[in-house]
């Protein structure tokens, strides 16, 4: 619950502007969904940085996320569990359904060059009023819910751009 300095959950949480790189390739493997603050940056230019088998990211309630640069894949469904989302914050978490990345009541996202697939749910999902969501450049493959997003229609701000979309069968407008 208490997230060691040096740690990606430990970045992510901070309530300053950070831009999170890796100085190796590595496969992160989350117990639990990875909760951000606003103002992050996480690039994984420069190395090959994995998040993959257990749970994925959730931006929630924040603004001005950058995800950058990640293959993202085989994300599960966790959760009835204590995760910490700020320094000075933990709470229960419900179940999270397993998406790549989940996006809820969050603006000015964007999500580039990343490779995302085969998780639980869907690879990404941007529901109750998020905008301002940016995805590019990314390969989405070897899924049949790619994305999902559900906006009011006078809030609705959103761009796909050059994303790769392989072996898709379904993308749901809500």
């Not at 914050?89 to 990345?101: C, E, K, L, N």
């Not at 995302?116 to 301002?132: F, I």
Request: aromatic share 10%; charged share 15%; net charge positive.
């Amino acid at each position: 619950m208490n997230p060691k300095p040096g740690t990606l959950r430990h970045a992510v949480i901070q309530d300053r502007p950070l831009w999170i790189v890796f100085k190796r390739d590595m496969v992160i493997q989350l117990k639990q969904e990875l909760i951000m603050n606003s103002f992050k940056t996480i690039d994984g230019r420069g190395a090959n940085v994995h998040i993959a088998n257990g749970a994925c990211i959730t931006i929630q309630f924040v603004t001005n996320v950058i995800i950058h640069g990640l293959h993202i894949h085989d994300c599960v469904p966790t959760g009835n569990a204590m995760v910490r989302s700020s320094p000075t914050h933990f709470g229960w978490r419900t179940m999270a359904d397993g998406d790549a990345i989940s996006i809820f009541s969050s603006s000015h996202i964007w999500v580039d060059h990343n490779s995302l697939s085969h998780c639980a749910d869907g690879l990404v999902d941007a529901v109750l009023g998020s905008t301002a969501i940016t995805i590019s450049n990314n390969h989405f493959t070897h899924h049949n819910e790619v994305l999902s997003l559900y906006f009011p229609v006078s809030k609705c701000t959103f761009s796909l751009v050059e994303s790769w979309i392989k072996f898709v069968f379904l993308c749901k407008f809500r």
